[in-house]
């Protein structure tokens, strides 16, 4: 929970820059890598916050603690899946009918 700890560290600045977190908080969690991860993880985890935490993550624009998780989407391809390479170093299978 990096989001919580760094919450915890800018408490103190929150009342004058609480804006620009929450700006940068709702970029994070736009984010199509890591994103829905790091909104699950608060969302799971957000009955044990302090109050003021939940009060602030509350405001977060996209953000909402009741919201089901979001299930990690592997990055598309275009339709199709990339090749494998084939490993040089990779031990050939022989049949035994070849033997």
Known sequence: MRVVQALHWLKDMLPTDGDKARK????L???????????S??????SVLTGW??????T???FDPAAP?????P?????R?????KSRNSPRVRDERSL
């Open 24 to 27: 940068t908080l709702a970029r």
């Open 69 to 73: 998780p979001r299930l990690h989407r």
């Open 81 to 85: 899946h990339p090749r494998r390479s």
């Open 53 to 58: 935490m939940q009060t602030f993550l509350r």
């Open 41 to 46: 993880d608060l969302a799971q985890g957000f």
């Open 75 to 79: 990055k598309q391809h275009g339709g």
């Open 60 to 62: 977060v624009p996209g």
């Open 29 to 39: 969690l736009r984010d199509p890598k890591h994103g829905d991860a790091i909104s």
